[in-house]
């Protein structure tokens, strides 16, 4: 079965920068879109960052300039470089794979990893 794996999480001062990973296997990665989502406490799952199979990259407004997504199609892994963290990005972040990025395409998902930025 599909299964996606995130690490990379953990405490950083405002300022600070992260790099979050996920492992996936089970799925011939090379074929799917990549996506990290971003979930603060009390909100709605957020994409904020996506790229597809041919390693066309978006963002959201929010992290735009800050958080830079990758692929590595040989290790079947995807990346989260985010820098000039903020207190607002503190959230559990998760990332998932979809053969299409259409919401209603199904998505496997990962179980997420937490981030939190103290000012």
């Known amino acids: 079965q599909a299964q996606l794996v995130e690490s990379g999480g953990g405490k950083v001062q405002a300022g600070g920068s992260l790099s979050l990973s996920c492992a996936v296997s089970?799925?011939?990665?090379?074929?799917?879109?990549m996506e990290w989502y971003q979930q603060v406490p009390g909100k709605q799952r957020e994409l904020i960052a996506s790229?597809?199979?041919?390693?066309?990259?978006d963002y959201a407004d929010s992290v735009k300039g800050r958080f830079t997504i990758s692929r590595d199609n040989s290790k079947n892994t995807v990346h989260l470089q985010m820098n000039n963290l903020k207190p607002e990005d503190t959230a559990v972040y998760y990332c998932?794979?979809?053969?299409?990025?259409?919401?209603?395409?199904?998505?496997?998902w990962g179980q997420g990893t937490q981030v939190t930025v103290s000012s």
């Open positions: 998932a794979a979809a053969l299409r990025e259409m919401t209603s395409t199904p998505r496997y």
């Open positions: 089970g799925i011939m990665f090379r074929f799917y879109a």
């Open positions: 790229i597809t199979s041919g390693g066309s990259t």
